[in-house]
């Protein structure tokens, strides 16, 4: 299946992607309004992080969509799984909120909403983006939407 | 900074649109944004501010602008603020005043008064789309004299040419001025295209010598990176004279920019100042030249072309007449309003003829001096567009050389700041952090994407003419029809003026 993939080398640790993504999860059609005198990290969470190391080397982290997803395999209600493609969803009606699936993601790719259920990448199939808005914003090709 | 300049340029926030994600201070290289916890918003020093639009382009809800400030002296037509400025400047500093790219001044630019002919009834047009329209030319010397085998079949004894499948190369940047991700655009954009690029005269990088057939390899009064794996591996061999932004000086390439893998393709110590002499120090006559391009042609078993490049200036003519008389295969012209990575201020804007007149006059006396066909004319100095280049064309050129213009499909905004090596764009920079902001895969394909529209302008102007080829289309200068231009210019550009017919 395509999935998110970032290029290390080209991610320039400017962080629009998460901006990109938040917006997209948003539900609003302008990125003012989505946005606006919110503050990244409480306010605003983006199911995309960019990790900034000392040494210079960013790199976007999202859901790897794991064959093997200890995410699906952990969830005490059923609310995660894995589609036909392959990819990880949520059942947001079914998250009891345990935070079981945040503690065993090793990308840390899961985490809380703001409300009950956890949030994911979705790919933006849950929005109306229509395709990876991350991906369709990156400025250097660092986050590519792809079949490998 | 200098107390007594107020910023030439302003950037302008616009608060309610400003998100405050700080993107725009993520990719400022100069330190102009900054986030201001107290405040609670983004403030920005217009000091700092190059004008290279980096935050612009990357702001996502367009809450940022540059304006040109409006603070001005007392108006005075003869001392104008910039003038005023670059006198504080140099009473400050006690220095040469530095500038980057082609000279910015308001002289003529000769393209923008030529106007290019159509067929109209008596003269069938053609439909690129639907005939054929040839833009392959071959660089080189074209005469030989006919040699026949003991069979007497004909002897294939021409010299060596460059195929290009359009008229248009990428002139010499070196790496060094450009960063790595920056050759390797134009390298590879180069190698899809079918055309050929220019290392300029800071050697070819290791990783680029898979390039080789559509590489030019520059030799430079520093002879920097000069060694026989470089001269074998290229397509041809330039001989750099002069360059247009800079005619009678040599270049400055400081130690900071010289890193570990400059150091290496240059084969000069790192972080020492690279400098190349105004002259070449062999090279005194046309028949030192002369030597030089037979070492090069014997180095390389004269099986590539020898390019010689010199800056447009009054002369340029008869110096041209020398060089083809010299051995050279291509003569490449640049133009006074050719770019650089760096240069004095009062060189790049006042030394030097525009190409357009050079070209003319320089066709003119080869073809007055039946040694036309010799060699191939190749020009540079700010080829803008396809018409620019189809005009060129039209003058007596064979094909054209584009700096300027390829950068500009790189991201580059003419900021003119390259001689600071922070461009925000990765492109004369060789700042790790910044040279990663230039992904080739994206240059290469932008470079690639300019070529193409380029080329199918090309064809669309050619067969609006009713001519289905480059070749045919060469020197042919009642194409051309000038306006608004004196008697003088016209006869040196040798065209007749708009309204006249043949």
């Known amino acids: ?148 | 900074m200098d107390t007594y300049i107020y910023p030439e340029y302003e950037v302008v926030r616009d608060t309610d649109k400003c998100i405050a994600c700080r993107v725009c201070e993520r990719q400022c290289s100069n330190g102009v944004h900054r986030y201001d916890a107290d405040l609670g918003k983004m403030i920005a020093d217009s000091d700092r501010c190059v004008n290279c639009h980096r935050c612009v382009c990357l702001c996502p809800t367009h809450a940022l602008k540059i304006k040109k400030s409006e603070d001005t002296y007392r108006i005075n037509a003869n001392w104008d603020g910039q003038t005023m400025n670059e006198i504080y400047r140099q009473a400050n500093s006690g220095g040469v005043l530095l500038s980057s790219m082609g000279n910015p001044k308001p002289y003529p630019i000769y393209w923008d008064k030529m106007f290019i002919n159509a067929s109209q009834v008596t003269n069938p047009s053609i439909d690129p789309l639907r005939e054929p329209m040839e833009t392959v030319v071959y660089l080189g010397k074209h005469t030989v004299d006919i040699e026949r085998d003991a069979n007497g079949k004909i002897k294939n004894n021409l010299p060596p040419q460059l195929r290009l499948s359009m008229p248009i190369m990428f002139s010499a940047m070196s790496y060094g001025s450009i960063s790595y991700n920056a050759h390797a655009s134009l390298a590879r954009a180069a190698e899809e295209l079918g055309i050929y690029y220019n290392t300029g005269e800071g050697g070819l990088h290791r990783d680029f010598y898979r390039y080789g057939k559509n590489t030019i390899v520059q030799v430079a009064s520093g002879r920097f990176g000069v060694h026989k794996d470089y001269l074998d591996t290229a397509a041809a061999i330039e001989i750099k004279m002069g360059q247009g932004a800079k005619p009678g000086i040599g270049g400055h390439l400081p130690g900071k920019k010289i890193s570990v893998e400059v150091s290496a393709t240059r084969m000069i110590p790192q972080g020492v100042d690279a400098i190349s002499p105004a002259p070449h120090h062999d090279i005194y006559s046309i028949e030192d030249l002369r030597q030089l391009i037979y070492t090069l042609k014997e180095a390389t078993a004269y099986q590539k072309p020898v390019i010689v490049k010199i800056a447009a200036v009054h002369n340029v003519a008869a110096i041209a007449s020398g060089v083809a008389r010299s051995g050279a295969d291509i003569i490449a012209i640049d133009g006074f309003r050719g770019g650089t990575g760096a240069a004095p201020t009062r060189i790049r804007d006042n030394v030097g003829i525009p190409i357009e007149l050079a070209l003319a006059q320089v066709d003119e006396r080869l073809r007055q001096e039946s040694i036309r066909d010799n060699v191939s004319v190749v020009v540079a100095g700010s080829v803008r567009s396809s018409a620019d280049v189809v005009k060129a064309i039209c003058l007596g050129a064979d094909a054209v050389y584009i700096g300027t213009a390829a950068l500009l499909a790189l991201g580059c905004h003419l900021c003119r700041s390259c001689h600071t090596g922070k461009c925000n764009w990765g492109i004369a920079t060789q700042d790790k952090e910044l040279v990663k902001r230039l992904n080739p895969d994206i240059g290469a394909k932008r470079l690639v994407n300019l070529m193409h529209a380029w080329n199918h302008e090309i064809q669309e102007m050619m067969g609006g003419m009713g001519i289905n080829s480059i070749e045919s289309m060469r020197g042919n200068r009642l194409m051309l029809r000038g306006i608004g231009l004196t008697e003088k210019e016209l006869e040196v550009l040798g065209i007749h003026h708009a309204g006249e017919a043949m």
């Open chain 1, 1 to 148: 299946m395509k999935r998110i993939y970032v290029n290390e080398q080209w991610c320039l640790g400017c962080h629009l992607c998460e901006y990109e993504c938040a917006f997209a999860n948003s539900g609003e059609t302008d990125m003012v309004k989505a946005l606006k005198g919110k503050k990244m990290g409480t306010d605003l969470l983006p199911r995309i992080r960019v990790e900034d190391a000392e040494d210079g080397s960013h790199f976007a982290v999202n859901c790897r969509h794991c064959t093997d997803p200890r995410c699906v395999n952990s969830c005490i209600s059923g609310a995660l799984s894995r589609d036909e493609e392959g990819m990880v969803v949520i059942d947001r009606d079914k998250c009891v909120g345990c935070f079981t699936c945040i503690l065993v993601c090793p990308y840390g790719a899961i985490m809380p909403s703001g409300g009950k259920p956890v949030q994911k990448c979705m790919l933006c199939t849950d929005n109306a983006a229509g395709e990876p808005n991350c991906v369709k914003h990156c400025p250097n090709n660092a986050i590519v939407y792809e079949e490998r």
